[in-house]
């Protein structure tokens, strides 16, 4: 057989594979005699503690986890407390006094491990004092451009009621600019100012409080300045004689801004229209693009911030030459 041949042939044995089997299974192992271990909490945990971190070890070539938590026992289910598939090997959540059973299994696009079953029971206690109040949103370390922030938690079994604390810029050694009572589970502030903040919830009752476990926030309402562009000028013509390898180095700048962090979008065109560009994107303030066709180019430039605010084009125009 030809080299040329015998190439065609492998070519069509690997599509008939491809085909037949999925991408999945021929790139993916097989889950089946893995076993997840779980590190927390340990089987047969009696405790008063109500929040936990369920934990395990990660499960090479997973691609996440199935979770579930019955009362009492998967033989005699009277409540579906959690079904949830997560991607990481940590879940936080609050219980209340009963007895739990919980499952664990990995998954990926094609197989799964067996399912791993253990036993939590939560003692009954009015005591919050090791208690912690498990928060909703904003989610940790959000950026946001939202002017009214809706902070939920996770109600905690025997609290009457809740201190919800907000401190810039951190938590620990900050005082709270935001003190306030809140007999639910959620409290709207429309009055906040632009900033990094840390926020945080303790649980009370008549004879005890709870822990706070605080989480980062960053507000930002501003629109990043318009970015100026530098090099190509206005309608500068530009040889592929002066470059490198066909490459132009596009430049511009932006004004310092004291929000979140800023990344920009880069967008080259044959068109005014941009009906057809060229994207890139970048947190610096210069990329290189290789240049094929002779013709004009039109290219811009807009800046957005982590929060989602976003700035005006800027837009500009060059002409590109081939000797």
């Known amino acids: 057989m030809k080299l040329k041949e015998l190439y065609r042939a492998i070519l069509v044995l690997s599509i008939i594979s491809i085909v037949g089997f999925g991408c999945d299974e021929i790139f993916e192992d097989d889950l089946s005699e893995a076993t997840v271990y779980v590190l927390a909490p340990s089987n047969g945990l009696s405790t008063n503690l109500l929040t936990h971190t369920f934990w395990w070890?990660?499960?090479?070539?997973?691609?996440?986890?199935?979770?579930?938590?019955?009362?009492?026992?998967?033989?005699?289910?009277?409540?579906?407390?959690?079904?949830?598939?997560?991607t990481g090997t940590k879940f936080n959540y609050t219980l209340y006094p009963d007895t739990f059973e919980w499952s664990i299994r990995a998954y990926n696009g094609s197989?799964?491990?067996?399912?791993?079953?253990?036993?939590?029971?939560?003692?009954?206690?009015?005591?919050?004092?090791?208690?912690?109040?498990?928060?909703r949103s904003?989610?940790?370390?959000?950026?946001?451009?939202?002017?009214?922030?809706v902070f939920q938690w996770y109600a905690l079994p025997g609290a009457e009621y809740y201190m919800i604390e907000?401190?810039?810029?951190?938590?620990d050694g900050s005082p709270a600019i935001v003190p306030e009572v809140v007999y639910g589970t959620s409290f709207t502030l429309t009055d906040l100012e632009d900033?990094?903040?840390?926020?945080?919830?303790?649980?009370?009752?008549?004879?005890?409080?709870?822990?706070?476990s605080p989480w980062a926030l960053s507000l930002d309402?501003?629109?990043?300045?318009?970015?100026?562009?530098?090099?190509p000028a206005y309608n500068q013509t530009i040889n592929d004689t002066s470059l490198t390898d066909s490459k132009i180095t596009f430049q511009w700048s932006r004004a310092v801004d004291t929000g979140t962090s800023i990344t920009d979008s880069i967008y080259i065109s044959p068109d005014s229209l941009f009906t057809t560009s060229q994207k890139y994107s970048t947190t610096e303030t210069s990329i290189e693009h290789i240049?094929?066709?002779?013709?004009d180019y039109w290219w811009k430039v807009i800046s957005r911030d982590k929060a989602g605010n976003k700035s005006g084009y800027a837009i500009g125009k060059f002409i590109f030459e081939i000797d």
Do not use: C
């Open 291 to 295: 240049m094929i066709t002779a013709g």
């Open 221 to 231: 309402t501003q629109n990043p300045a318009d970015p100026t562009l530098v090099y």
């Open 166 to 171: 907000i401190k810039t810029p951190d938590w």
């Open 111 to 135: 197989t799964t491990t067996d399912y791993f079953f253990y036993t939590l029971i939560i003692k009954q206690t009015n005591d919050l004092t090791e208690q912690m109040v498990v928060l």
């Open 57 to 86: 070890e990660p499960v090479e070539d997973a691609r996440g986890y199935n979770l579930t938590i019955v009362s009492p026992s998967f033989d005699n289910i009277e409540k579906l407390i959690v079904d949830t598939n997560i």
């Open 195 to 212: 900033g990094d903040y840390h926020w945080g919830i303790r649980a009370y009752n008549s004879t005890s409080s709870s822990i706070a």
């Open 138 to 149: 904003p989610a940790n370390n959000t950026a946001t451009n939202q002017d009214s922030l």
